[in-house]
C-alpha cells in the first residue's frame, strides 16, 4: 500500500492549508531568485523542476532574523517593566517542496536551542512546523549531502517526504504524527495505490570520506593550511545567513526613552567583532582563526556534543560566497590529509 | 497539550534594585542587587565561581561573575570597570534604580565536592580578585571547613585595588596569610605591603602545596605567567583553578560565541582547572 | 585571453621568486561552474594557478587593505581598468602606499557571460601603463590587448538611464520600491566586506556609543545602513559592481551608489578613481563650488 499526491493537487494543498490559516511556506521566485516565501497564493508555489535549492534556508521561519524576546517600557519613575513575547498566536506553518538536506537541518538546529536551557521562541515555532519535503530527481553542481552522512532522499526532519514518480506524481511517504494529522486533515488530494510506483531519486557519489574530517581537526588546531584556505576570505556572513544550520546569534537591546525591545539577531564567527571584548582583545583576531572556527564548530564541536555534524552538505555557502570559497573542497583536502 | 505551552523565557532577567553602590578604584565600581521579586530573594542560590548576565533595559547585557558569597541569601554584588556601552549605563544607574539580572549561569568551584577539608590559597589580580572574593567570602563563612587560607593580591597601584575595606580585614583575621603587593612604581608613600608583580611575590610567598588547592583569577597575561610558578611550586595541575572570561551574549551555551575550543565558557567553565587549560587551544 | 594568462603566470612567477612581491593577488579556478575566485599565493611555483578569462569578476583592490594579506609584505595585484579605479582611490586616500604594491593591469574586452551591462558602456579596456601621464594610475605591468574600442564618454543620459526611471517614480512608489528591497536585506555586509572602498576599522554601524544605526536587519534598519553606506561612498564608489554582485539578496544596491556619484558629476564635476593627484570632492571645498542648495 503507498500514498500518492499528483503534481495539482499539492498546489490544491497549499491552497486548502492558506485557507484553513497555514502559514505556507514554499519556494517561490522573488526576481531572478528562488526564495522560501510565505507564499499568499498557490500559484506562487514552483513546481519541484524549476529549482533544485532557494538561495537561502527556510531557517528564518522558525529562527527569524531579528526577534523580539522581550518587550520593555520605561513605567512610573522610569521603572522598567517587560513582558515575553507571546508566539501562542502565531499561526500553524508548512513548509512545502523543501529538499531533504534543509529538513534534515532541523533536528540538527534542536539539539543547540534545547542544550539544558530550552529556547521557548525555536521550540513553539518548530512545533507549529510542518515540513512536505520533495527528494532531489537530480543533484545540483554544488550538493555534498552525501558527503556530510544523507541523501538526496534522507527522511531526517521530514514530516512527509514525497518522491516524484511517473505522470507528474509524487509518492508520499509519512514519517511522523504531524504527517500522518496532515494526510487526514487534507486526506482527499491523496490517493491510495496498492504498490509504491518506481521513483526518481538523484544519484550523488560522496566527495570525501567524512570520518576522515574529526581526526585531523582533533590535531590541526594550528595547521597553516588554515591561512592557505581561508586568505581570500572577506569575513561577511553570506554563507552563514543561508546555511540551514548556522544558528549564531546576537542580543541586543533596541528603543527609545519610553521602551523597547531586546532583540535576538542573526550573528556570524566570520565577523570581526564576534568574539571581541570590551577591553579590545580578540581571541580571533584574524580571518584564518575565524575560518577555522567555522569549520571546527561544524564538524567537530558540535559533533562532540551533540553527536551532530552541524552541516547538511548544501553546499550553498560555496555557491553564495563573493569570493567562491569552497567548503566542499576544503573537506576533500582535509579528507585527504594524514591526521 | 502542547509540549511547549509549559516553556518559560528563558532570557528574561530577575528585576533587581540598585541597593548600594560602591567605587572600588577609578573606573571600578560595585553594585549591590536585592531581587525585587520576594519569593525570589528567598531562595536564590548559587555557587560561588557563577556569573551572570547583568542589564540596563535600553542599552543591554553584559557578563560579570557574581562577586558576593555563595552563604549570603537576596542578594549579589558584581563588580566592573567601565568599557563600554553597558558598564557605562551601569555607571548612570543610582540607588533605587531597577536592573535585570540572569543566571546563576556556568560550573562553580568545587568547594562542596573537593577543597572542602584542604588548604586554599586564593590568588588574585586587580579586578580579577572580583570571582576569587565570591569563593573567599564562602570559604570565610564556612572557615571551620577549610584547614590553611593564603590570600595573595596585586594591583598595578595601590589606588587601584578592589575590595579595599575587604583587604584591610583579610589582613587583621587570624588564621589568613595575607599578602598584598602592587607593581614596581605603584607603592604610595607608607605603603606596607610587598611591592613586586603578583607571579614574582607568589613565587617568594612560595605558598606550600601539601594538600592544598590554588584558586587564581587576574587578566590573561597574568594567569599566564603565575601558572608556571604555581606548577613550580608543587601544586599539581589538577589542583589550580582559575576562571576564564570570554565576550558573552546569551550566557546559555546558544549563541556561538564564547568557546575556546570544543568548551563554551558559559557552560563548561568559566572554571577551569589548569589540566583543563592545557587542553584547551590558546583562543581566549 | 590564453596568451594573457601565460604572460600573467610567468610575471607572477617571476615577482614571487625575485622576492620583488612576497603575495600576489589575481585569480584562480573557482569552485562553482562559471565562476573564478580570488587567488592568494606566497610562492612562485603556484603561479600556474592563475587563470584569466571572462569570469574574472572580483575586484580584488579589496585585499590591498586586508592586513591578512598586507602583512605579509609587497603585494602584487591583478586588476582590470574597472578595480585600478579602486586602486586610485585608496592611493588618494592615503590607504595604499605606491611602493608597497606592484600593479599589473589585464586588458579587458568585457566580463561575464552574457557580457556584463556595465562592461558594454567600459571606456578603460585597457589599464594605463608606465608611460601614462601623472593623471592616470600608471599600473606596473600591462597584459594584453582589448579586441574592443574604449566605450564612447556617453551623456549621463545612457550611463544613468536605470538612476533615472527610479527618479521618475512617484515618491510613494519609490518609497515601497526601497521598503520591498530593503526588507530582503539579511545585514550580511557582504557589500560592506567586497568594497574596496570600505575600509573603517570600526564601521558606522558597529559604534554602539550611541548605536547610530540598528545592527538589527529589520527594513528601518537596513534602510538607514544602505542610505548611510551610499553617503559615506558618494565621490569615493568607483562603481565596479562588486557590492551588488555579492548580495546574496539580489538586491539593486549600485542604484544608491549611482545616484550618488550622478549627484557628485553635476554638482563637483568629479568621477572617482579616475585621477590619482585628484583632490577627492568630497574632501575639497572650492569657492567656485555651487552653493545654491544652501537656503
Known amino acids: 500500500m503507498a500514498t500518492i499526491i499528483t503534481a495539482e493537487n499539492l498546489k490544491q494543498l497549499a491552497r486548502e492549508m492558506l485557507k484553513a490559516g497555514y502559514r505556507v511556506i514554499a519556494p517561490a521566485k522573488q526576481a531572478d531568485l528562488v526564495v522560501f516565501k510565505a507564499i499568499k497564493d498557490a500559484q506562487e508555489m514552483l513546481p519541484e523542476s524549476e529549482y533544485i535549492l532557494p538561495q537561502a534556508s527556510f531557517k528564518e521561519f522558525v529562527f527569524p532574523r531579528c526577534e523580539c524576546i522581550l518587550r520593555y517600557r520605561f513605567g512610573e519613575g522610569g521603572k522598567p517593566v517587560f513582558e515575553s513575547p507571546n508566539l501562542d498566536g502565531e499561526p500553524p506553518q508548512a513548509v512545502i517542496g523543501c529538499r531533504p538536506c534543509d529538513a534534515a537541518s532541523l533536528p540538527i538546529l534542536d539539539k543547540i536551542f534545547g542544550w539544558d536551557y530550552v529556547d521557548p521562541f525555536y521550540f513553539k515555532r518548530r512545533e507549529k512546523t510542518a515540513v512536505i519535503s520533495v527528494a532531489c530527481s537530480r543533484a545540483g553542481e554544488g550538493c555534498f549531502c552525501t558527503s556530510a552522512g544523507y541523501a538526496p532522499d534522507s527522511t531526517a526532519g521530514s514530516d512527509i517526504l514525497l518522491k516524484k514518480c511517473a505522470g507528474g506524481k509524487y509518492a508520499a511517504e509519512v514519517l511522523s504524527d504531524k504527517g500522518r494529522q496532515l494526510a487526514e486533515k487534507f486526506g482527499s488530494l491523496f490517493e491510495k495505490v496498492e504498490a509504491t510506483p518506481p521513483v526518481e531519486v538523484a544519484g550523488l557519489n560522496p566527495a570525501f570520506d567524512v570520518e576522515k574530517i574529526k581526526p585531523w581537526l582533533d590535531k590541526h588546531f594550528d595547521d597553516p593550511l588554515w591561512l592557505e584556505i581561508a586568505a581570500r576570505c572577506m569575513g561577511c556572513g553570506t554563507c552563514a545567513y543561508g546555511c540551514p544550520t548556522c544558528h549564531c546569534f546576537d542580543m541586543v537591546d533596541e528603543g527609545d526613552l519610553a521602551g523597547g525591545c531586546r532583540l535576538k539577531n542573526w550573528d556570524t564567527c566570520s565577523s570581526a567583532l564576534f568574539t571581541k571584548h570590551g577591553s579590545g582583545h580578540n581571541p580571533r583576531s584574524s580571518q584564518e582563526q575565524r575560518y577555522r572556527q567555522r569549520v571546527l564548530h561544524k564538524f567537530k564541536y558540535y559533533l562532540e556534543k551533540f553527536g551532530l555534524r552541524a552541516c547538511v552538505g548544501c553546499g550553498r555557502c560555496t555557491a553564495r560566497c563573493p569570493v567562491n570559497l569552497d567548503l566542499r573542497g576544503v573537506l576533500q583536502t582535509i579528507a585527504g590529509k594524514q591526521a | 497539550m502542547s509540549m511547549t505551552a509549559t516553556l518559560t523565557n528563558i532570557y528574561a532577567p530577575y528585576l533587581m534594585t540598585v541597593d548600594e553602590i560602591i567605587d572600588e578604584a577609578p573606573g571600578i565600581r560595585t553594585l549591590k542587587l536585592a531581587f525585587q521579586d520576594e519569593a525570589v530573594r528567598k531562595d536564590f542560590a548559587f555557587r560561588a565561581g557563577q556569573f551572570g548576565l547583568y542589564s540596563v533595559f535600553g542599552a543591554g547585557e553584559c557578563v560579570f561573575c557574581i562577586a558576593s558569597g555563595a552563604t549570603r541569601k537576596g542578594y549579589l554584588e558584581c563588580s566592573f570597570q567601565k568599557v563600554g556601552r553597558v558598564t557605562n549605563a551601569l555607571r548612570d544607574v543610582e540607588v533605587g534604580d531597577t536592573v535585570g539580572f540572569r543566571g546563576p549561569y556556568g560550573n562553580h568551584f568545587p568547594l562542596d565536592e573537593k577543597i572542602k577539608g584542604h588548604n586554599v590559597v586564593f590568588i588574585g589580580m586587580g579586578i580579577g580578585l572580583a570571582p576569587v572574593r565570591s569563593v573567599i567570602w564562602t570559604c570565610l563563612d564556612e572557615r571551620k571547613q577549610y584547614k590553611d587560607v593564603t590570600i595573595i593580591y596585586g594591583a598595578r597601584s595601590a589606588d587601584l585595588m578592589v575590595y579595599k575595606r575587604e583587604l584591610a580585614e583579610w589582613a587583621k583575621t587570624p588564621g589568613i596569610k595575607f599578602v598584598k603587593t602592587v607593581d614596581p612604581g605603584g607603592n604610595p608613600p607608607g605603603w606596607d605591603g610587598e611591592v613586586g608583580f603578583v607571579p614574582t611575590i607568589v613565587e617568594r610567598a612560595a605558598p606550600s602545596p601539601e594538600d592544598a588547592y590554588a584558586i587564581l583569577c587576574g587578566p590573561p597575561i597574568g594567569i599566564k605567567f603565575t601558572l608556571p610558578v604555581l606548577l613550580k611550586l608543587g601544586f599539581p595541575p589538577e589542583r589550580i583553578y582559575t576562571t576564564l572570561e570570554n565576550r558573552m551574549k546569551c550566557g546559555i551555551g546558544k549563541c556561538g560565541r564564547c568557546n575556546v575550543g570544543g568548551k563554551y565558557v558559559c557552560k563548561e567553565g568559566p572554571v577551569f582547572t589548569a589540566a583543563e587549560m592545557k587542553e584547551l587551544p590558546a583562543e581566549y | ?295
Open chain 3, 1 to 295: 585571453m590564453a596568451e594573457a594568462v601565460e604572460e600573467l603566470r610567468a610575471l607572477a612567477r617571476d615577482l614571487l621568486a625575485k622576492g620583488t612581491v612576497q603575495v600576489f593577488v589575481g585569480y584562480g579556478k573557482g569552485a562553482s561552474p562559471g565562476r573564478t575566485a580570488p587567488l592568494i599565493i606566497t610562492s612562485a611555483d603556484r603561479a600556474a594557478e592563475l587563470v584569466w578569462d571572462k569570469h574574472c569578476l572580483n575586484n580584488l583592490a579589496v585585499y590591498l587593505t586586508r592586513s591578512e594579506v598586507t602583512k605579509r609584505g609587497k603585494v602584487g595585484i591583478v586588476v582590470k581598468g574597472c578595480d585600478a579605479r579602486a586602486v586610485t582611490g585608496l592611493l588618494q586616500e592615503g590607504q595604499v602606499a605606491r611602493e608597497n604594491v606592484v600593479i599589473v593591469g589585464m586588458s579587458c574586452d568585457g566580463m561575464g557571460e552574457p557580457l556584463l551591462e556595465a562592461c558594454g558602456r567600459c571606456d578603460v579596456h585597457t589599464p594605463a601603463g608606465k608611460d601614462a601621464d601623472a593623471h592616470h594610475l600608471a599600473c606596473d605591468y600591462v597584459i594584453g590587448k582589448a579586441a574592443v574600442p574604449d566605450a564612447q564618454k556617453e551623456d549621463e543620459g545612457a550611463e544613468y538611464a536605470d538612476v533615472a526611471r527610479i527618479e521618475a517614480l512617484p515618491l510613494a512608489e519609490r518609497w515601497a520600491f526601497w521598503q520591498e528591497q530593503f526588507g530582503r536585506c539579511v545585514r550580511c555586509y557582504a557589500c560592506r566586506q567586497v568594497c574596496p572602498l570600505c575600509y573603517c576599522k570600526r564601521c558606522a554601524v558597529e559604534k554602539n556609543e550611541p548605536q547610530w544605526l540598528a545592527t538589527s536587519a529589520h527594513t528601518a534598519g537596513n534602510f538607514a545602513w544602505h542610505v548611510i553606506r551610499a553617503m559615506h561612498l558618494a565621490g569615493r564608489c568607483v562603481g565596479c559592481g562588486a557590492c551588488e554582485r555579492a548580495c546574496p539578496q539580489h538586491i539593486p544596491l549600485s542604484l544608491l551608489n549611482k545616484k550618488m556619484a550622478k549627484a557628485v558629476l553635476q554638482h563637483f564635476k568629479y568621477r572617482a578613481g579616475n585621477d590619482p593627484t585628484a583632490a577627492p570632492a568630497v574632501k575639497t571645498f572650492e569657492l567656485s563650488d555651487e552653493n545654491d542648495y544652501f537656503r
